[in-house]
């Protein structure tokens, strides 16, 4: 008789902060087994080791496994994809987009071979340029290919929101959409603390300045850690889109997904509301913005068309 029951299988291709973080929380939330895969020789290898000595302390019965082989994702269900280099000194935006390009370029034909069925989320920056390479590379369907930036970005803009008005997180419900950059689109119409939109409660020069630092956010996360980027808080973002998928929760979230024609725009990759359930991204909820917004979408749009320019 043949058992049909498997075990999910999460890949996380790149090992570094985020995956790390990633594979913890995938383990703390009984999520699947999870294989860690990095070209750095024994990283992988030593994290999942590591992690394998949690299980027991936590009663977690998860798989974890590091490997420098992708042929090891083989069959994921899910994979979050974090490879890439962080910039360095000296480094343009641009030379980062050609070399995050080209370990892009390598994965998505590692995931194409290995895990063809898989649920595609990827973190590495520029988020919308890569995301968007990533589609094209695995020529998966755009529904199963997706950018982790808009829950991270609505995230921080939630909490300083909650700071402000020194209430609870879980009272402020945000919107941040665009691209994943400096010119990211706080949707202030959308925003409200329990339903009272946040403009009736913060002045509008004070909302400017909170909605500057979410801009900056993961730049004063950068300033202050010098040697890297945020993680903690990336991998959270992700494990949500994650469970929505693997759990068919069918959350409303802010993502970068493909539009054709929702927004005005085609072709193009870019943060917007999604529904996230079993069948990857069911559908891309498209609502009204006011002229500003929309001015300021498309903007941003036309940014993340000039980083897929320099690919
Ligand atoms: N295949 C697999 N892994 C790779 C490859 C490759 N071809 N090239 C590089 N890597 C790995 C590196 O060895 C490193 O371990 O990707 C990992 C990236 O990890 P970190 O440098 O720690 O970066 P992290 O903080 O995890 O951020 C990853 O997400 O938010 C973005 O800007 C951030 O692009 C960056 C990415």
Not at 168 to 171: F, L, N
Not at 260 to 266: C, F, Q, S, T, V
């Given at each position: 008789m043949s058992n049909s029951i498997r075990r999910r299988k999460i890949a996380l291709i790149g090992a570094g902060q985020i995956g790390g973080t990633l594979a913890l929380l995938c383990g703390q939330r009984n999520l699947g087994d999870v294989v860690l895969f990095d070209v750095v020789e024994g990283m992988p290898q030593g994290k999942a080791l590591d992690l394998s000595h949690l299980a027991p302390v936590f009663g977690l019965d998860f798989k974890v496994t590091g490997t420098?082989?992708?042929?090891?994702?083989?069959?994921?269900d899910v994979c979050v994809v974090t490879s890439g280099l962080p910039r360095k000194p000296g480094m343009s935006r641009d030379d980062l987009v050609k070399t995050n390009a080209e370990i892009i370029k390598k994965v998505a034909a590692g995931i194409k071979e290995h895990a063809p069925g898989a649920f595609v989320i990827v973190i590495t920056n520029p988020l919308d340029a890569m995301v968007h390479l990533m589609q094209k590379e695995t020529?998966?369907?755009?529904?199963h290919v997706v950018g982790m930036a808009g829950v991270l970005d609505t995230a921080r803009y939630q909490a300083f929101l909650a700071e402000e008005l020194n209430v609870?997180?879980?009272?402020v419900s945000a919107f941040v959409l665009g691209g994943?950059?400096?010119?990211?689109?706080?949707v202030r119409s959308y925003t409200t603390c329990n339903g009272i939109p946040v403009g009736n409660l913060i002045k509008s020069e004070r909302l400017d300045a909170i909605e500057k630092r979410v801009r900056g956010a993961g730049g004063e996360v950068v300033a202050l850690l010098k040697t890297g980027s945020a993680f903690y808080s990336p991998a959270a973002s992700a494990i949500q889109m994650v469970e929505s998928y693997l759990f068919d929760q069918r959350r409303v979230l802010a993502a970068a997904a493909s539009l054709?024609?929702?927004?005005?725009?085609?072709?193009l990759y870019i943060g917007v509301p999604v529904i996230i359930g079993k069948g990857g991204v069911e559908k891309v909820v498209e609502i009204e913005l006011t002229e500003s917004e929309k001015k300021a979408l498309n903007e941003s749009a036309g940014r993340v068309r000039e980083l897929l320019a320099i690919i």
């Open positions: 420098n082989n992708i042929a090891d994702i083989a069959g994921a020529g998966f369907p755009t529904s609870s997180v879980s009272s994943h950059g400096d010119d990211m689109v706080p054709k024609g929702e927004y005005g725009l085609k072709d």
